[in-house]
């Protein structure tokens, strides 16, 4: 972070703006707080400073800190949701760009002031672990994080963490890509061995959507079982839905209420950009998601602890929440979360962007016939291939744009063959059928092997995992 540019920091909306120089200032805090070495914490000032610079020319006003920018001047055509043509634009509910490539994380990761998982700390998790990194790690699939090394040292010493990640249900029907921070959640589980708590946002959706309670309750049933279907360890891992839990637990229902206590109406607003027309209740969620960050917040597992650190996967849409939370954290006296966050599975039709549970054929979704697979590839995955046969051949594919080869990225774990596919197919010598096969056969068992799994999954079991219970994990 400290060593980008000014010229790079300087660009972007007034409100990303915003949001880096928050950042910013945590970075800072964090490097006094660890005693970290001067020119360290200098340079990161110095950083901040050329940001809070860029901030008053760029909106007029000096930056402070619970007064995110107002609107600007309809003229300048800029706002929450207008997005440069060049620019990404990405929250906990929309994610736009105009690149076929995808988001451009880099980009990402210097807006929202966490750090890059380089090769150096991949090497670290497979010491510290003592096994191979999962493919998500080796691919740069989990890209980003924020405090990573804290929760190595603290395994390395053998002090306790444990796992945090949720789902918000917003459907029946989930497919792979929601799919993406469990299997790297459940890898998490199995090799440091820690508890897991899986958080199903049904209120959230009742709030956003037109959904009744029952529904988003029920639907937070079903996609329960698709979770479970990726293999948690039932006497490590808690599922809750909020409508459930937060009305039978104190614990979690006063961190709620201190998290509330000092977040304001304006820092949402910056954060989340809610407006004055929408209902308290969106306004009050972040505190809710914000919760499980706590161990407190789960009495039956950790007892009365405050000071056991918590590791989030999750994409990197939902880090507002969770910047928010770390701001927090210190205030109310707990460690702030530790967070690993992952790339977005992009859509059948293009890297554009997120897909939508609402539009089948934006997706290949769980519960897909192998028919329906093959035809989805075949029909829609957008195309890094040429015009004809004979421009492919001499020219090749690309496969930075070709949704077929991003899908093998998250899903074919032989490092070897992903490397011969993308040469064979950037060379020319693999047509986009061949790679579009190579892709149907990875997919069909795949989810084939999940829907077997998921039909064993009984309402007792979900009654189970969802039960309010120790884990059987002991923190000392």
Same mark, same amino acid.
């Given at each position: 972070?400290?060593?980008?540019?000014?010229?790079?920091?300087?660009?972007?909306?007034?409100?990303?703006?915003?949001?880096?120089? @928050?950042?910013?200032?945590?970075?800072?805090?964090?490097?006094?707080?660890?005693?970290?070495?001067?020119?360290?914490?200098?340079?990161?000032?110095?950083?901040?400073?050329?940001?809070?610079?860029?901030?008053? @020319?760029?909106?007029? =006003?000096?930056?402070?800190?619970?007064?995110?920018?107002?609107?600007?001047?309809?003229?300048?055509?800029?706002?929450?949701?207008?997005?440069?043509?060049? =620019?990404?634009?990405?929250?906990?509910?929309?994610?736009?760009?105009?690149?076929?490539?995808?988001?451009?994380?880099?980009?990402?990761?210097? /807006?929202?002031?966490?750090?890059?998982?380089?090769?150096?700390?991949?090497?670290?998790?497979?010491?510290?672990?003592?096994?191979?990194?999962?493919?998500?790690?080796? /691919?740069?699939?989990?890209?980003?994080? /924020?405090?990573?090394?804290?929760?190595?040292?603290?395994?390395?010493?053998?002090?306790?963490?444990?796992?945090?990640?949720?789902?918000?249900?917003?459907?029946?029907?989930?497919?792979?890509?929601?799919?993406?921070?469990?299997?790297?959640?459940?890898?998490?589980?199995?090799?440091?061995?820690?508890?897991?708590?899986?958080?199903?946002?049904?209120?959230?959706?009742?709030?956003?959507?037109?959904?009744?309670?029952?529904?988003?309750?029920?639907?937070?049933?079903?996609?329960?079982?698709?979770?479970?279907?990726?293999?948690?360890?039932?006497?490590?891992?808690?599922?809750?839905?909020?409508?459930?839990?937060?009305?039978?637990?104190?614990?979690?229902?006063?961190?709620?209420?201190?998290?509330?206590?000092?977040?304001?109406?304006?820092?949402?607003?910056?954060?989340?950009?809610?407006?004055?027309?929408?209902?308290?209740?969106?306004?009050?969620?972040?505190?809710?998601? @914000?919760?499980?960050?706590?161990?407190?917040?789960?009495?039956?597992?950790?007892?009365?602890?405050?000071?056991?650190?918590c590791l989030i996967p999750c994409a990197i849409d939902q880090d507002p929440y969770f910047r928010m939370t770390r701001d927090v954290a210190p205030r109310i006296g707990y460690p702030k979360p530790a967070l690993l966050h992952s790339t977005f599975f992009p859509a059948l039709q293009g890297a554009q962007t997120k897909m939508s549970a609402s539009d089948p054929n934006?997706?290949?979704?769980?519960?897909?016939?192998?028919?329906?697979?093959k035809t989805k590839v075949n029909k829609h995955a957008f195309s890094g291939g040429r015009d004809t046969v004979e421009e492919h051949r001499q020219f090749g594919g690309n496969c930075d744009v070709d949704v077929s080869f991003m899908y093998l990225t998250f899903f074919l774990e032989d490092d070897d063959k992903l490397e011969q596919i993308r040469r064979d197919y950037?060379?020319?010598?693999?047509?986009?059928? =061949?790679?579009?096969? =190579?892709?149907?056969?990875?997919?069909?068992?795949?989810?084939?092997?999940?829907?077997?799994?998921?039909?064993?999954?009984?309402?007792?079991?979900?009654?189970?995992?969802?039960?309010?219970?120790?884990?059987?994990?002991?923190?000392?």
């Open positions: 972070m400290a060593d980008m540019s000014n010229g790079e920091q300087g660009c972007g909306s007034p409100l990303e703006l915003f949001h880096s120089i @928050a950042a910013q200032e945590e970075l800072v805090r964090d490097l006094e707080a660890r005693n970290a070495a001067k020119d360290e914490i200098d340079s990161a000032v110095k950083m901040l400073s050329s940001l809070k610079t860029s901030y008053k @020319a760029a909106t007029g =006003e000096d930056y402070k800190v619970d007064c995110p920018p107002r609107d600007p001047a309809p003229e300048s055509g800029e706002g929450l949701d207008a997005t440069d043509a060049d =620019e990404d634009f990405v929250d906990p509910w929309t994610v736009q760009t105009s690149s076929a490539k995808g988001i451009d994380y880099d980009k990402l990761i210097v /807006r929202f002031g966490s750090s890059k998982i380089d090769k150096e700390l991949v090497n670290r998790i497979e010491r510290a672990t003592g096994q191979r990194p999962h493919r998500f790690l080796r /691919r740069g699939i989990f890209f980003s994080h /924020r405090d990573m090394h804290q929760i190595l040292d603290a395994y390395e010493n053998k002090k306790p963490f444990y796992l945090y990640t949720g789902r918000g249900p917003s459907s029946e029907a989930m497919h792979v890509g929601h799919l993406i921070p469990f299997i790297f959640t459940k890898w998490l589980q199995d090799v440091f061995n820690v508890p897991l708590v899986i958080q199903m946002t049904d209120d959230e959706k009742y709030l956003w959507k037109d959904l009744t309670l029952d529904q988003a309750y029920g639907y937070a049933v079903e996609n329960a079982k698709d979770i479970i279907a990726c293999g948690f360890d039932i006497n490590k891992t808690f599922i809750f839905s909020d409508l459930d839990y937060m009305g039978m637990s104190p614990g979690f229902y006063k961190n709620v209420v201190k998290i509330q206590k000092h977040v304001t109406f304006n820092q949402v607003k910056g954060i989340f950009g809610f407006t004055d027309s929408d209902c308290i209740g969106k306004i009050s969620f972040p505190a809710i998601q @914000a919760a499980p960050s706590f161990s407190n917040s789960f009495p039956q597992i950790f007892r009365d602890r405050t000071d056991v650190q934006s997706s290949i979704f769980l519960t897909d016939t192998a028919k329906q697979i950037t060379s020319g010598a693999m047509l986009t059928g =061949e790679l579009k096969k =190579e892709l149907i056969e990875v997919l069909q068992p795949l989810i084939a092997e999940h829907q077997a799994r998921r039909k064993e999954v009984t309402d007792e079991i979900v009654k189970e995992f969802m039960t309010p219970r120790k884990l059987s994990y002991d923190f000392q």
